[in-house]
């Protein structure tokens, strides 16, 4: 019987494109897989903050900023076209993601499109930008980093709720269109985490209950790094203490 690969070098070299990988989860997530030798490939729209962790990170991996609007079409596609040219994507992270968190009646319908247009259509247009070159390999791994918002109701959460259950059923069917073709689809759904989605008052208050954004990348690490004949379909995360 073929040996596995060790689990310590399954990520080293492997292509990783991390859209939202300026702040929070995003930046723990490229941290943590510098760490294991893969490539990066990262996207986000802050320009400033992009540059500045691929150049903290370019002494341990080969790191590519590609700043965009990952809503647009246009954008994804050049970066997309951009990254390629090293080589197709081994792992697309759909990290990128917004919440504006109050009533329905005080939403406005800027604010809905925008949850829409990140947490569900930034996904697809990445995830349609890689996946030729995965069926093509018969190989690759699609994660989306979701939110415990898309299976369990909050006061304040209607739009956002209803962007990340978007994402979650856009998940599950594009699983079962493509794990005969050796792809994987992982969905991380975690709970309360400490980054800036959550107001300042917020953190103030819960921060210390919170999960960590590098506990949640450490998580991703594992499980990428895991047994390749078995395909982790959905993990929910929580804090200790359950929901806030």
Not at 54 to 82: F, H, N, Q, T
Request: glycine share 6%; aromatic share 4%.
């Amino acid at each position: 019987m073929t040996e596995l690969r060790s689990e310590t070098q399954r990520l080293r070299d492997k292509r990783v494109w991390i859209t939202g990988a300026s702040r929070g989860i995003g930046r723990a997530l490229a941290e943590a897989l510098a760490a294991q030798g893969a490539h990066l490939v990262l996207s986000a729209r802050s320009a400033d903050e992009l540059h500045s962790l691929a150049k903290s990170l370019a002494e341990r991996s080969r790191v590519r900023a590609l700043p965009c609007d990952l809503g647009r079409a246009d954008d994804v596609a050049a970066a997309a076209a951009i990254a390629a040219e090293q080589g197709d994507i081994d792992i697309l992270i759909n990290n990128a993601g917004m919440g504006v968190f109050k009533p329905l009646t005080e939403l406005s319908i800027d604010e809905f499109d925008a949850m829409m247009n990140i947490n569900m259509r930034a996904a697809f247009l990445c995830t349609r930008a890689v996946l030729p070159a995965m069926l093509s390999n018969r190989a690759g791994t699609i994660v989306n980093i979701n939110s415990v918002a898309a299976q369990t109701a909050f006061q304040g959460c209607t739009a956002y709720g209803a962007s990340k259950a978007a994402l979650l059923a856009f998940s599950r069917s594009l699983r079962a269109e493509v794990r005969e073709q050796g792809i994987k689809v992982l969905d991380m759904i975690p709970g309360a985490t400490a980054t800036s989605i959550w107001s300042e008052e917020a953190l103030a208050q819960h921060g210390e209950v919170m999960m960590q954004a590098a506990d949640l990348a450490g998580l991703a690490v594992d499980l990428l790094s895991g047994n390749p004949r078995m395909m982790i379909e959905e993990i929910v995360i929580r804090p200790q203490n359950g929901d806030l």
